[in-house]
C-alpha cells in the first residue's frame, strides 16, 4: 500500500473510533427537537463499531425495563430501574459474569426518559465504575444501546421518541446504520467474527476506558509512523 493510502486508512480508522467518544453526534433529537443532554464523562470511550463493541464492552445482550421497578432519585438525581436480560449474543474473553437482572441508572432527556419499560433494546453491558463510584453493571449509552422492537435493530424507543430511527441522520461510522433493520442474530454473527483491536485483547482485566487508552495511543503511534514514512 503506498504511503498516502496507509495514512488515510489509519486515519479514517482513528476518525471513526474517536467519532463518538468526542462527542459525535448523530442528529438524531429528543422530543420537541431537544437535544439529549449526553454526558460528556461517560462513556470515556468509544462504542460506535462493532470493533469498539467487543474490545471495550463486556456483554452485547437483548434486554428490557422491568415494569415497575423505576425509581427516580430526590432533587435532581437521576433514574434507575432495573434492567432483564433476555438473550446474551456476544461475551467477550475474560468478561465477568453477567447476572440475569441488575439495577442501573437510566439516561434522562430533556422531557422524557430514554430506556423505559414496555420496549426492547439491544445494548452493550459493562461492569465500571463512574465518577470514582463503585463499579456495578451498566448499559453503555451514547451509541451502545440501540431500539430493538419486533426485533427490528433500529425500531423502538430512542431518546424519547418511538417509532423508526431515520436511517439518513444514523452516524456513518455506527452500528446503528449498519444493522439498521437487522435481526439481532445478524450482529451476533458479525461479532463473532470481528477480532478486538490488539492493545484491548492484551489487558482484558483494565476497565474500558483503560482499554481505550491503550488502543488510541497505539493508533496515535501508528499516524506518526506512517506520516514520518512519508517524510523520509
Request: with cysteine.
Given at each position: 500500500?503506498?504511503?498516502?493510502?496507509?495514512?488515510?486508512?489509519?486515519?479514517?480508522?482513528?476518525?471513526?473510533?474517536?467519532?463518538?467518544?468526542?462527542?459525535?453526534?448523530?442528529?438524531?433529537?429528543?422530543?420537541?427537537?431537544?437535544?439529549?443532554?449526553?454526558?460528556a464523562a461517560y462513556p470515556d470511550y468509544s462504542a460506535e463499531d462493532a470493533q469498539d463493541w467487543v474490545?471495550?464492552?463486556?456483554?452485547?445482550?437483548?434486554?428490557?425495563?422491568?415494569?415497575?421497578?423505576?425509581?427516580?432519585?430526590?432533587?435532581?438525581?437521576?433514574?434507575?430501574?432495573?434492567?432483564?436480560?433476555?438473550?446474551?449474543?456476544?461475551?467477550?474473553?475474560?468478561?465477568?459474569?453477567?447476572?440475569?437482572?441488575?439495577?442501573?441508572?437510566?439516561?434522562?432527556?430533556?422531557?422524557?426518559?430514554?430506556?423505559?419499560?414496555?420496549?426492547?433494546?439491544?445494548?452493550?453491558?459493562?461492569?465500571?465504575?463512574?465518577?470514582?463510584?463503585?463499579?456495578?453493571?451498566?448499559?453503555?449509552?451514547?451509541?451502545?444501546?440501540?431500539?430493538?422492537?419486533?426485533?427490528?435493530?433500529?425500531?423502538?424507543?430512542?431518546?424519547?421518541?418511538?417509532?423508526?430511527?431515520?436511517?439518513?441522520?444514523?452516524?456513518?461510522?455506527?452500528?446503528?446504520?449498519?444493522?439498521?433493520?437487522?435481526?439481532?442474530?445478524?450482529?451476533?454473527?458479525?461479532?463473532?467474527?470481528?477480532?478486538?483491536?490488539?492493545?484491548?485483547?492484551?489487558?482484558?482485566?483494565?476497565?474500558?476506558?483503560?482499554?481505550?487508552?491503550?488502543?488510541?495511543?497505539?493508533?496515535?503511534?501508528?499516524?506518526?509512523?506512517?506520516?514520518?514514512?512519508?517524510?523520509?
Amino acid at each position: 500500500m503506498a504511503a498516502g493510502a496507509a495514512l488515510a486508512a489509519v486515519v479514517a480508522g482513528v476518525a471513526g473510533s474517536w467519532y463518538l467518544a468526542d462527542g459525535g453526534d448523530n442528529g438524531y433529537q429528543g422530543c420537541r427537537g431537544a437535544d439529549a443532554a449526553y454526558d460528556a464523562a461517560y462513556p470515556d470511550y468509544s462504542a460506535e463499531d462493532a470493533q469498539d463493541w467487543v474490545s471495550f464492552g463486556d456483554h452485547v445482550t437483548v434486554f428490557h425495563v422491568r415494569e415497575g421497578s423505576e425509581k427516580q432519585a430526590r432533587g435532581n438525581g437521576g433514574r434507575s430501574a432495573e434492567i432483564v436480560v433476555d438473550k446474551v449474543l456476544y461475551s467477550r474473553d475474560g468478561a465477568k459474569k453477567l447476572p440475569d437482572s441488575f439495577r442501573a441508572e437510566l439516561w434522562q432527556v430533556p422531557c422524557v426518559p430514554w430506556v423505559k419499560a414496555g420496549h426492547t433494546y439491544l445494548g452493550l453491558l459493562v461492569f465500571d465504575s463512574v465518577a470514582g463510584e463503585p463499579s456495578a453493571w451498566r448499559p453503555v449509552y451514547s451509541g451502545g444501546v440501540l431500539p430493538y422492537d419486533n426485533e427490528s435493530i433500529g425500531t423502538g424507543e430512542i431518546e424519547g421518541k418511538e417509532g423508526e430511527m431515520p436511517y439518513e441522520d444514523l452516524s456513518p461510522f455506527g452500528l446503528s446504520k449498519q444493522m439498521h433493520g437487522e435481526h439481532a442474530l445478524t450482529l451476533q454473527s458479525l461479532l463473532r467474527k470481528t477480532e478486538p483491536y490488539a492493545e484491548a485483547a492484551k489487558h482484558p482485566n483494565l476497565s474500558p476506558g483503560e482499554r481505550y487508552e491503550r488502543v488510541r495511543k497505539g493508533q496515535d503511534r501508528e499516524v506518526r509512523a506512517v506520516v514520518a514514512g512519508r517524510m523520509g
